[in-house]
């Protein structure tokens, strides 16, 4: 399959920008490797406060956030980010019990993955984000 056939092929509508928090580094190269391959515009942050910063200072359209952070939660970032301006907010943890679904919800989370990552699943996550 040729390079622009592979893009089109995992083309989920228009090039998001994507903020990804997640503390573990192979985990965080490899998803921001992955989106940036998907066409996306990505900005990456392996802590709480990192993330923050760049919550502040560019215009987003996801947050795609670990849950367990170093330095805090992902999901008072996610809460503290939704305050601040219009995102989508993407959990991306271990957890994936009801009761952290819910927590999640609450939290402003609008979609939650558990991890290991689902590849097919997370891009259809951005699909329905990106329409």
């Known amino acids: 399959m040729s390079e ?3 893009k089109d092929a995992y083309s989920s ?20 490797n992955l989106l940036t391959h998907f066409g996306h515009e990505i900005s990456v942050a392996d802590d709480a406060e990192s993330a923050r910063k760049i919550i502040r200072s560019k215009d987003l359209d996801v947050v795609l956030a670990d849950i367990a952070l170093p330095d805090g939660s992902g ?9 601040k301006r219009p995102v989508k907010a ?4 271990g957890f ?9 919800k609450e939290a402003g989370f609008d979609f939650h993955l558990t991890k290991p990552v ?3 699943e997370l891009r259809a996550v951005l699909g329905q984000i990106a329409v």
């Open 4 to 6: 622009d056939r592979t």
């Open 13 to 32: 509508g228009k090039s998001l920008r994507i903020l990804v928090v997640e503390d573990h580094g192979d985990t965080l190269q490899a998803l921001s």
């Open 75 to 83: 999901y008072d970032l996610v809460a503290e980010a939704k305050r």
């Open 90 to 93: 993407v959990a991306l943890t």
């Open 96 to 104: 994936g019990a009801p009761d952290d679904i819910e927590r999640g």
């Open 118 to 120: 689902d590849f097919h």
